[in-house]
């Protein structure tokens, strides 16, 4: 997404958030928004099936290279959301951003510099920003 398209979603929820101007209000949102997601992936796993968790521990090893440490690595996941439950998730997400976007606002933080700023930071870090 460019700067622009952040910019004017950035805009475009300043404009729409009426009712949760407070930050408490928009802080306890983006926490309920949260929750949803993880619910609505929990019910993608537990209601629909169509994923399925199958978590275990992670092979590390000090003596592997980060090719090979990648190639171990699962994310427990099986199987793919179906359609039904994949816009249920970005839904879920995409008002979780919204309350994220609205938080920015209302701090006078702009959208694109944080995005920037995670970026450079990943950059910079490289492996040692895995935390």
Same mark, same amino acid.
């Given at each position: ?79 793919? #959301? ?7 998730? =970005? ?5 979780? $951003? /919204?309350? @994220? %976007? ?8 702009? #959208? ?7 970026? =450079? ?5 490289? $492996? /040692?920003? @895995? %935390?």
């Amino acid at each position: 997404m460019s700067t622009h398209a952040l910019e004017q979603f950035q805009d475009q929820v300043s404009q729409l958030l009426l009712r949760h101007r407070s930050v408490l209000d928009i802080m306890s949102k983006l926490d309920q928004t949260s929750a949803s997601i993880n619910r609505t992936v929990t019910k993608s796993i537990t209601d629909c099936g169509c994923i399925e968790l199958h978590a275990s521990k992670q092979p590390f090893h000090e003596v592997d290279s980060l090719d090979v440490a990648q190639q171990r690595i699962s994310n427990h996941v099986t199987g793919e #959301l179906c359609e039904h439950c994949k816009e249920l998730v =970005q839904q879920a997400i995409g008002r979780n $951003l /919204f309350y @994220l %976007t609205a938080l920015c606002t209302q701090l006078d933080i702009a #959208l694109p510099d944080v995005l920037e700023k995670e970026s =450079q930071t990943c950059s910079t870090l490289g $492996l /040692f920003n @895995l %935390t």
